[in-house]
């Protein structure tokens, strides 16, 4: 969700009725929402998909940090009691001291008004713990949020997912609140940014060896989401994207295709299972499948694992091993 979602920033347009029609359609199929704040005023990340592009300074702005913890106690009175409602994450993809030099925010998405970024930078862990402890209060307040004790909340890692091995525990060293879940989002660009080879083996060898005991480890501590994963790769792009840059950010795009259909299945259907194996250690997963009409777009290349049931079109995953096959 925006942190617009209200209609009370305007020129932006709120959309609160849609989340309204999403949860009715929830309930009448018998799904769950897990509402993620994605985007904060002046942006938690820079990312793209954060707000605005090259800019990450909400953090420092104290009105603006009110502003989202008001926003998150709205949403929790409005669907606290939906029986369509799994949780309230508070914020999505902090832009953190870890993921900041990796991320390379200034470089690969570029301000349209470099005067409004100056002073943009990373968020640290010390203040990222104590708004999700200020923020996991609000929430479940009686007088605030009151979120029931049997709706989640969910803390994204920024990044660095051991940070979180100590948070919000007592004495005795269990979970202090009541049904807390830690998100980390974990792809496969993310990977090769880490060195792992953009190769079939590379890639399995890597899930398996190094996402696979991650989650396993850190489950020990708190229950772990897997919050966005899916089957982009270098290799079925034919090019090596610098961790999942395109054409929009002034990379290169392959020219023509390089792998045949059963070449492309393969590669893809062995991604969907060392990734599904992995995340099954954890406490569940969503898929990464939203996407915009880049298709439409001249010069924009989109691959065949963008939509989840694309990729159950072109048989990337195997559901006589996996019963896991989407709704119709």
């Not at 525990?169 to 609140?177: E, K, M, V």
């Not at 991604?271 to 996407?291: D, R």
Request: aromatic share 12%; with cysteine; glycine share 8%.
């Amino acid at each position: 969700m925006p942190y617009f979602i209200f209609g009370d920033r305007a020129p932006l347009i709120g959309c609160i009725d849609e989340l309204d029609k999403a949860f009715n359609w929830a309930e009448k199929y018998g799904l769950t929402i897990l509402i993620d704040l994605h985007t904060a005023p002046m942006s938690q990340n820079g990312f793209d998909n954060g707000g605005i592009s090259g800019v990450c300074k909400w953090a420092q702005l104290p009105d603006e940090v009110e502003f989202v913890l008001s926003v998150l106690e709205r949403l929790s009175k409005r669907y606290g009691h939906r029986r369509a409602l799994m949780g309230i994450e508070i914020i999505n993809e902090p832009n953190t001291t870890t993921c900041w030099p990796m991320a390379n925010v200034t470089e690969r998405y570029k301000a349209v008004d470099p005067e409004l970024a100056e002073g943009t930078g990373p968020i640290a862990f010390d203040w990222l713990k104590d708004f999700y402890i200020t923020a996991y209060h609000r929430l479940r307040d009686a007088d605030k949020g009151a979120l029931p004790a049997d709706k989640a909340v969910v803390f994204h890692d920024g990044f660095d997912i051991e940070q979180w091995k100590d948070f919000m525990r007592g004495d005795d060293g269990r979970l202090a609140p009541e049904f807390e879940n830690v998100d980390t989002h974990q792809y496969l660009m993310t990977a090769e940014m880490m060195g792992c080879p953009q190769t079939v083996e590379g890639y399995d060898d890597f899930v398996r060896n190094t996402y696979a005991p991650m989650i396993a480890e850190m489950s020990e501590y708190f229950p772990v989401i897997v919050g966005e994963w899916c089957l982009f790769n270098s290799v079925g792009c034919g090019v090596d994207t610098h961790g999942g840059q395109s054409v929009l950010n002034g990379e290169e795009g392959a020219q023509a295709e390089t792998l045949t259909a059963e070449q492309k299945r393969s590669l893809y259907q062995g991604v969907a299972e060392s990734q599904l194996a992995a995340w099954s250690k954890g406490s569940g997963f969503y898929y990464w499948n939203y996407k915009l009409l880049t298709d439409t777009m001249v010069g924009v290349a989109v691959t065949d694992a963008a939509l989840h049931e694309k990729t159950a079109d072109f048989d990337f995953f195997d559901y006589e091993a996996d019963e896991t096959k989407p709704v119709d």
